[in-house]
Structure formats: structure tokens, C-alpha cells
């Protein structure tokens, strides 16, 4: 810029403030996009804006009783870290014993805190699963549900096994668990069951062999959980 226009550029500057101090108005000597923690353009700001939103719908979806979830185990902290890093990669995360749903939200929460580019979440007892979906004449209203817990970012299925086992359990289940397998899609499962007991029921027996064998390829991360009920210490399960 040539000297005059400066000069002029700063003239006109100058009778701004005047004008803008003559109506109470306080000029700050520093643009105000400079500050990292207002600046929209700032890779930092946009991570904190997304874990924000995330964390809002994390809460949304969560029940009260599990409001305060946090992960502790090192192989649930670290099944959501590679699932923040490598969404596709992640594999299934199979929680089995007691303080596994509050390990499971809290895994969840960990993820959305990380400000991932988006995150969807359905949260559902296996049993409430069946329910909605028996066969009535709203057929089509039970394969939207299907598909939705098929297609969602994140499904966390609890209590899987504590349902009547049938034919046609079996075959809800496999579909869900089918089309998460082919398209590579995270998913959290709990059960009180074992994932395998030679000595009596486990996860196996209840879900079926096409199942079974898909988790077994699905699951990156089997955590069996050893410890007092939570929910007996007045804490979530």
C-alpha cells in the first residue's frame, strides 16, 4: 500500500474510533479472531464445537441412571480411542459381567469428548429390540427399526441373551449383526451371559451358530467384567 493511503487508511481509522468512543462504544486494540479460543477457522475450535454437539446427543441418548459414565478399563478406553481414530477398523466391543453398561456409556462418551465428525447413537434392551419388532400388520414400521439399528453409528445392545431364544430371535439378531459385519460397522454389545462356557449356556447357544461365528470375527475387544454390581452399591451396572 502506498504512504498516502495508509495514511489515509489510518486517518479514517482514527474518526471511527472517535465516533464509536463518542457512543460508549470500546474498541479493542486486538481483532478479536486472534484469540485461538474464538476463532472459527481454528482446527482446535472446530474439534471442541463437534465434541460439544456429540456430547449433547451422547447425553440425550443416555438414561439418567448412567449419566456420569466414564470408562476405566484400559481395553474399553482403548476399543473407543480406535474407533475415534479408525471408525471402520474399530470392530465390535463385547462387555460381559457386571459394571458393563456403565463401561459401555462411558465408552461412548469418551468417543464423543474426542469431536468426531459426526456421532449417532441408539442405545436399546434386547428385549425392548424383540418387542418392537414382532411381526404385525406395521410392517413396515419393524424393518425401519431394523434398519436402523443395522445402519446407526453406534448401537449399543443390551442384555443380548435375556431374551425367549426362537427361530425368529435368531434370525432378528443375525440380520442386525450380518450387515454390521459386511460393512464394517462398530457396534457395542453386553450380555450377562459368557461370551463361551463349556459348562453351561453361553452367548453361543443363545444367538445361534451364523451369529456366532460373525462376532467372532467382529469383536476386537472382549472384555469379561469380575466385580461387585453396581447397582446393589447403589451405582449403575
Known amino acids: ?50 465434541a460439544e454437539y456429540a456430547l449433547t446427543r451422547w447425553r440425550i441418548a443416555t438414561p439418567p441412571w448412567f449419566s456420569d459414565a466414564e470408562a476405566t478399563i484400559p481395553e474399553v478406553t482403548a476399543w473407543a480411542d480406535r474407533a475415534l481414530a479408525d471408525y471402520a477398523g474399530a470392530g465390535a466391543l463385547l462387555l460381559t459381567g ?50 436402523n439399528l443395522s445402519t446407526v453409528q453406534y448401537p449399543l445392545l443390551d442384555d443380548l441373551g435375556t431374551a425367549k431364544t426362537s427361530e425368529w430371535t435368531e434370525e432378528v439378531t443375525y440380520r442386525l449383526i450380518n450387515y454390521r459385519y459386511n460393512h464394517c460397522l462398530p457396534t457395542i454389545i453386553i450380555s450377562n451371559l459368557p461370551a463361551r462356557d463349556d459348562n453351561g449356556p453361553d452367548l453361543t447357544d443363545f444367538v445361534g451358530a451364523r451369529v456366532a461365528s460373525r462376532l467372532a470375527e467382529m469383536v476386537t475387544s472382549l472384555v469379561p467384567m469380575i466385580g461387585t454390581d453396581r447397582r446393589r452399591d447403589g451405582r449403575a451396572a
Do not use: C
Open 98 to 147: 457386571t459394571g458393563k453398561t456403565h463401561q459401555a456409556y462411558g465408552a461412548l462418551r469418551r468417543i464423543a469428548a474426542g469431536g468426531p465428525d459426526r456421532f449417532e447413537l441408539i442405545a436399546v434392551n434386547s428385549a425392548d429390540m424383540y418387542g418392537n419388532l414382532r411381526p404385525s400388520q406395521v410392517m413396515s414400521a419393524a424393518e425401519r427399526e431394523v434398519r
Open 1 to 50: 500500500m502506498a504512504e498516502p493511503e495508509r495514511a489515509g487508511s489510518a486517518r479514517s481509522l482514527r474518526r471511527l474510533e472517535r465516533i464509536l468512543a463518542a457512543k460508549g462504544i470500546q474498541v479493542s486494540d486486538s481483532p478479536a479472531d486472534e484469540s485461538p479460543e474464538e476463532n472459527p477457522g481454528d482446527r482446535e475450535w472446530h474439534r471442541r464445537a463437534r
